[in-house]
């Protein structure tokens, strides 16, 4: 979309926080009269307008919307966190009003090449190790969505020979019309976020929204082990797909022999790596290196340039991150463990008797298999949060009979400390959301990190 189609243009922005601040600035910077609204009428009007740079022009608007400014919009942008489903959407809606959300804004902003990164977990590293890689390539990469980095404010610096890596959420992808990466990817779907989607139908169905407007000519990188990406990718999507595997020798694609990495076109097969290469651990993360050498490799990047870089790249923060080893204990922060899938992949990553911390906010999730993946494993439970309870009934019915519930989580490190011995690990990975006691799983992470690097080395 031609940036000089926004001049004049009132577009109400939806959400007060990080991806709303980011459409507002990039709106008012091509020339739009951006409202920006929140429905929380107690929030401070100053400090909002302090977020925003001086150059960023903005109507902000608190509590409830007036009618004329309702009638004089022509476009909504959601922030990923409002529900598209809610009275006050809908009476949008309604209006004949278009809903965008920040990646669809950005994409009819940007310029350039776009990967977009999606799935039930695994994102964020196969985000940040497709941006290295594409870095070690290209001249000018983006890395931005769901990361961290809102891709609104960077679209506009974006030019034709920019590659955007973008991390891409379900609540992001309810929004998009036009959106259309040059290569996609779906880790996996599995049980999340059922509290916003209701069904697992609408949520795989969110996540396929990556590939809809994808042609042919473009790539879809997918998960064949995952069932509701094999039924998309054999069936459903519109691009060519790239299929990897961590569970079987494929004609067609990447997979996992072993230890080793191969893959296989056109019948022929090459081994790429032996997963001991890798600075990272779990199965989980060698479906995460598959994906990305598939995702490089349809951008265009010499699979060289992809091994060098997935040799040297190290586990993000907050993804079964090894913090220290304490007394002979190993602490392992995996606050990003936010659902029952993601834990499962951290407790299997463990190699040694395991003190784990679980529990937060209530997303509806089922823990069974969650605790059928101890295995053994876990020789302490302990719990925090609005789920503990509901954990700990499904943690007995399991056979798991060690479980501590602590009132905060300071005290629940504590009861870590206390039950760990040498030779142990200490694991926080939560299987919940940090909503109700932090603000996000980041800060729950860090306060774990702060906790254990203040312990002394020996008693």
């Known amino acids: 979309m031609d940036r000089k189609a926004w001049q004049g243009k009132k577009v109400l922005v939806v959400g007060s926080g990080i991806s709303g601040i980011g459409a507002v600035t990039a709106l008012s910077r091509v020339g739009a009269l951006p409202v920006l609204y929140d429905s929380n009428a107690a929030l401070d009007r ?6 925003l ?29 409002v529900p598209t489903d809610t009275e006050f959407v809908n009476a949008l809606r309604d209006r004949g009003l278009p809903i965008w959300g920040e990646i669809e804004l950005a ?28 870095a070690a390539h290209c001249k000018d990469v983006a890395v931005v969505g769901n990361i961290g980095n809102p891709y609104t404010l960077m679209a506009l610096e974006a030019t034709e020979e920019t590659v955007t890596v973008a991390e891409i959420s379900s609540f992001q992808l309810e929004t998009i019309e036009e959106f259309a990466p040059q290569v996609s990817a779906i880790l996996n779907v599995t049980p999340d976020h059922l509290n916003r989607h209701h069904t697992m139908e609408n949520y795989a169905a969110a996540k396929e929204a990556i590939a809809k407007n994808q042609t042919r000519a473009q790539v879809c990188v997918l998960n064949y082990e995952n069932a509701y990406t094999r039924d998309f990718g054999e069936k459903r999507c519109p691009a060519r797909v790239m299929w990897f595997s961590s569970a079987r020798r494929l004609e067609d694609g990447l997979y996992l022999d072993g230890e080793e990495i191969w893959q296989a076109s056109a019948g022929r097969k090459e081994r790429l790596m032996n997963i001991h ?9 060698v479906e995460n290196v598959m994906a990305a050498i598939a995702i490089a490799q349809a951008m265009g990047v010499p699979t060289e340039t992809i091994l060098s870089v997935v040799r040297q790249f190290k586990a993000v923060e907050h993804r079964i991150e090894f913090v220290a080893t304490k007394r002979g204990v190993d602490y ?15 407790i299997r990553a463990m190699s040694k008797p395991t003190v784990l911390i679980g529990g937060g906010y209530d997303k509806q999730s089922e ?8 295995d053994g494993k876990v020789k302490c439970l302990v719990l925090i949060g609005q789920t503990r309870d ?4 499904c943690a007995r019915r399991h056979g798991v009979q060690n479980i501590i519930l602590a009132d905060s989580f300071e005290e629940a490190f504590e009861i870590c400390v206390r039950e760990a011995v040498s030779g142990d690990a200490v694991l926080l990975s939560p299987a919940c959301a ?14 774990f990190k702060e906790l254990v690097n203040r312990l002394e080395d020996t008693k």
């Open 46 to 51: 100053e400090e909002l307008g302090r977020k």
């Open 53 to 81: 740079a001086s150059d960023v022009q903005a109507e902000i608007v608190l509590g409830e919307l007036p009618e004329e400014v309702a009638a004089e919009v022509a476009l909504a942008v959601l922030s990923p966190g």
């Open 107 to 134: 994409y009819r902003l940007g310029r350039g090449r776009v990967v977009g990164i999606t799935g039930t977990n695994g994102k964020t590293t196969t985000t940040s190790l497709v941006g290295e890689i594409m």
């Open 277 to 285: 290469e890798m600075n990272l651990v779990g199965v989980c993360n």
């Open 332 to 346: 392992y922060n995996d606050s990003k463990g936010t659902n029952p899938d993601a834990a499962i992949q951290g």
């Open 367 to 374: 823990y069974d298999e969650w605790i059928e993946a101890f």
């Open 390 to 393: 509901k954990i700990a009934a």
């Open 434 to 447: 940090s909503w109700g006691m932090f603000p996000n799983y980041e800060v729950r992470g860090k306060l």
